[in-house]
């Protein structure tokens, strides 16, 4: 039974204040700004968009590895690693130890297209920071540093 404390204690709650919350709402919206910019632009999805960058950032790896490297549900990067080697951005083949996984590559067609979204991606992030000093921006960078190991060790804990 909920006690009127309780109660009191839910009303004096302000979600913009909790930092997940923050971080979650800013995230979708720069994903909803890559989105828009990279599939007019490019003809991607901004999920595509990481895989692409994954696979440039890993080699020949699986999509699993892909998923874990990217922190992606696998069921969505399979997906869009289909649309991909469909389009002739990654090629698969035949895992040398496990039959059932396949490595996935970029191609030729895949590398390109890395590099022409890489240029616009650093344009975008350079726009995000305009009027940020170098100092407030490498802060930045160092608290998200910390903010993510903490996320993950906290994360390792749900996992016993």
Do not use: C
Request: net charge positive; no cysteine; aromatic share 8%.
């Amino acid at each position: 039974m909920t006690s009127p404390k309780d109660m009191h204690d839910a009303s004096d709650f302000d979600l913009s204040r909790i930092a997940g919350y923050r971080l979650s709402a800013l995230s979708n919206r720069l994903t909803l700004w890559s989105a828009r910019v990279y599939r007019r632009e490019f003809g991607v999805s901004s999920l595509e968009w990481r895989v692409l960058a994954s696979l440039a950032a890993l080699g020949p790896v699986t999509a699993r590895d892909v998923a874990e490297f990217a922190v992606l549900d696998k069921s969505n990067v399979s997906r869009a690693v289909h649309r991909l080697t469909h389009r002739g951005f990654i090629e698969r083949s035949g895992h040398p130890v496990d039959g059932r996984s396949r490595i996935l590559t970029l191609t030729k067609e895949g590398r390109i297209l890395h590099g022409k979204i890489s240029a616009h991606s650093r344009q975008r992030d350079k726009e995000l920071f305009r009027g940020f000093t170098e100092s407030e921006r490498e802060s930045f960078a160092a608290f998200l540093t910390r903010l993510d190991e903490r996320a993950r060790l906290l994360l390792r804990a749900t996992e016993r």
